[in-house]
């Protein structure tokens, strides 16, 4: 596993906007229209941008999945973030749908611990190679860094199809929320 670098930037959101084309909660934050497929880049591109700068971006040495983590303690507000936020709203989410997607990002904020954590916000697997292992080997390194580094690690799924593999490396359900979909709260602590 090697840090991403802004080199890794397009690589990073090409593996997530592949592997979260069809997750029920990307997909409810994304404004679903014939624009869906640019938002969950836009989406990615938010994301990637945050996490380089309030966390860590991984990458498999084969270059085949990837991790984005935030570090919420880390986070600061300053003029960048707030245009990087009014981007996401506009572009990605929708103007008529802010206040939605603010009320779900609150009450999944109300699940997280107040002491430092790694929220693993999005990990994922180039899909033309997946089930290869690649994803539980990428996990694994992620997990031994966060350990190193003494940070539980917090997650969202609304995948139920991806609970097994999360609960295979010890992570906990804890919490759901029942949104148009259910979303899953694990932690690994």
């Known amino acids: ?29 994304v404004k679903q229209d014939q624009k869906r497929e640019d938002r969950i880049k836009g989406l990615m591109e938010y994301s990637f941008d945050l996490c380089n700068a309030f966390g860590e971006v991984w990458m498999s040495e084969d270059l ?20 990087w936020d009014v ?28 002491e430092p954590f790694a929220y693993l916000w999005f990990i994922g697997v180039n899909p033309s190679k997946q089930g290869r292992g690649i994803g539980s080997a990428f996990i694994q390194e992620v997990i031994d860094k966060c350990e190193t580094e003494r940070r539980p690690i917090y997650l969202e799924t609304s995948m139920e199809r991806n609970l097994p593999f999360y609960q295979k490396f010890g992570f906990e359900i804890f919490q759901s929320l029942d949104l148009s979909y259910k979303l899953y709260h694990l932690r690994r602590v």
Do not use: W
Not at 64 to 83: G, H, N
């Open 1 to 29: 596993m090697r840090r991403a670098t802004v080199n890794d930037r397009q690589l990073v959101i090409d593996i997530l906007k592949k592997s979260f084309d069809d997750n029920k909660s990307v997909n409810y934050v």
């Open 64 to 83: 085949q999945a990837c991790a984005l983590i935030l570090f919420p303690d880390k986070k600061k507000t300053s003029l960048r973030t707030i245009l």
């Open 87 to 114: 981007k996401l709203a506009l572009s990605v989410i929708g103007f008529d749908r802010v206040s939605t997607v603010l009320k779900r990002e609150s009450m999944i904020k109300t699940q997280h611990p107040k």
